[in-house]
T-cell receptor
Framework: KQEVTQIPAALSVPEGENLVLNCSFT??????LQWFRQDPGKGLTSLLLIQSSQREQTSGRLNASLDKSSGRSTLYIAASQPGDSATYLC????????????FGAGTQVVVTP | DVKVTQSSRYLVKRTGEKVFLECVQD?????MFWYRQDPGLGLRLIYF???????EKGDIPEGYSVSREKKERFSLILESASTNQTSMYLC?????????????FGDGTRLSIL
């Protein structure tokens, strides 16, 4: 069974620092890996989706890498801002899953002014 | 823009009640999903549906059922609510044939069972 782990569970950085969030998964048979953002009491917003054949995806200050063979993904957020404070979740779509997502527990990020 | 709408943001019910959570999407997505989210456990899949009247169990279906009579609407039913079903419930939808497109989520329903 696929297991997805996110470390650390919480992170606090001063404004302007780069953020590095880690995600690992146990089964490399995936269609894709997605990164989501969740604000308190809200639903999930998709940030980036990396297909299994890709090594990275970029959107503005966000860059996500994927190393399928080692079961790892990293989300980089450059020059963090207080508005980046949220919980970040990664999820994988496994090849036998009808598009179902398997989620990590998330990393709660606080960016202090 | 895709819109997934959950009927209630907050809901308080009593133990033993039958509870209905409703979700509607406006993008003609075939797939619809119900997750629950608990601190430290992340999101766990309860049920999903890939077509009208079709449903499949997820990882934690016990104590729940679902209904999909129309393509745009997916209902989660707590047959006899219990306090351990207090949680945040999230609905999502996606296209069957576009697995490389992200799932779209509603804002969630925070359900408290007293």
């Amino acid at each position: 069974k696929q297991e997805v782990t996110q470390i650390p569970a919480a992170l606090s950085v001063p404004e302007g620092e780069n953020l590095v969030l880690n995600c690992s998964f146990t089964d490399s048979a995936i269609y894709n890996l997605q990164w989501f953002r969740q604000d308190p009491g809200k639903g999930l917003t998709s940030l980036l989706l990396i297909q299994s054949s890709q090594r990275e995806q970029t959107s503005g200050r966000l860059n996500a890498s994927l190393d399928k063979s080692s079961g790892r993904s990293t989300l980089y957020i450059a020059a963090s801002q207080p508005g980046d404070s949220a919980t970040y979740l990664c999820a994988v779509t496994t090849t036998d899953s009808w598009g179902k997502l398997q989620f990590g527990a998330g990393t709660q990020v606080v960016v202090t002014p | 823009d895709v819109k997934v709408t959950q009927s209630s943001r907050y809901l308080v019910k009593r133990t033993g009640e039958k509870v209905f959570l409703e979700c509607v999407q406006d993008m003609d997505h075939e797939n619809m999903f119900w997750y629950r989210q608990d601190p430290g456990l992340g999101l766990r899949l309860i049920y999903f549906s890939y077509d009208v009247k079709m449903k499949e169990k997820g990882d934690i279906p016990e104590g729940y059922s679902v209904s999909r009579e129309k393509k745009e609407r997916f209902s989660l039913i707590l047959e006899s609510a219990s306090t351990n079903q207090t949680s945040m419930y999230l609905c999502a939808s996606s296209f069957v044939q576009e697995i490389q497109q992200p799932q779209h989520f509603g804002d969630g329903t925070r359900l408290s069972i007293l």
